[in-house]
């Protein structure tokens, strides 16, 4: 991974823009949008500065000995962070990035993923935070909480988030006998390219507790499952463990 992909909160902060023309009022407008305060370059405050000129190196090197992290427009290797393509679903964001290969590639993308997440999407997420005290309270264990919440936004669960759904969409959930799923799966790969994997595999593996995995598993299999599961490789069996579930990956 090239970046480490962050959302940064700018609501009410300054923010530097020192543009010319089009695309410097472009990285004005994104800053304000998100609710920061655009300010000019001798601004002390700041952390964040925008770059849009056609000779940046000096102004960005000066940010740059001042402490702030910056954005140089079409100069990823002046650039501090970059900005990705964004779509844009209430307080749902996904934001696509190709760590400034291509801005075009990143738009396509976006652009393919805003015909597949319905309208609603930002209203399920609205109501799973405002169900969190609920959820808490249906299910006390974390990890018996996940599986719930795992099953539900599954393909074809009750909260599947490409499909439509009205309001009372999660309260339904939780009044349902909805549970999570728990237990040991076990696959063995095919290949070495993580595309190969099933459906099923995939799931499972991004919802595991727990990998357990044969020598010679390559990280890109690995990558698939969630970022806070258990991650050993095999000497022997795994342990046996009753509670979530424990995905365990041979080879051949």
């Not at 770059?51 to 954005?71: I, S, T, Y």
């Not at 140089?72 to 760590?99: I, K, M, N, Q, W």
């Not at 309001?167 to 095919?190: H, I, K, R």
Request: aromatic share 4%; net charge negative.
């Amino acid at each position: 991974m090239h970046s480490l992909p962050l959302f940064h909160r700018i609501s009410g902060r300054p923010v530097i823009v020192a543009g010319e023309g089009d695309m410097g009022e472009a990285k004005a407008r994104l800053v304000e949008r998100a609710g920061g305060l655009v300010v000019g370059p001798d601004n002390i405050e700041a952390r964040l500065a925008f770059v849009a000129m056609e000779e940046p190196d000096a102004l960005a090197a000066a940010f740059k000995a001042r402490g702030l992290l910056v954005n140089v427009a079409d100069r990823p290797d002046l650039c501090d962070f970059t900005l990705p393509s964004v779509l844009e679903r209430g307080p749902v964001l996904v934001a696509v990035s190709t760590g400034g290969a291509s801005a075009g590639l990143a738009k396509v993308l976006r652009l393919r993923l805003e015909a597949l997440l319905p309208a609603s999407l930002g209203l399920l997420a609205e109501a799973l935070s405002g169900a969190r005290a609920a959820m808490r309270a249906r299910w006390s264990d974390p990890g018996e909480r996940r599986r719930a919440l795992d099953a539900a936004l599954a393909e074809g669960g009750p909260l599947d988030p490409l499909a439509p759904h009205g309001e009372g969409a999660v309260g339904n959930w939780l009044s349902g006998g909805a549970t999570g799923e728990g237990g040991m799966a076990e696959f063995t790969l095919t290949s070495d390219d993580p595309d190969d994997l099933t459906l099923r595999q995939a799931r499972w593996l991004g919802s595991a507790d727990r990998v357990f995995y044969a020598p010679g598993v390559p990280p890109a299999i690995l990558t698939r499952a969630r970022a806070d599961a258990v991650q050993r490789e095999l000497d022997g069996e795994p342990p046996a463990r009753a509670d979530g579930l424990t995905v365990i990956i041979r080879r051949d």
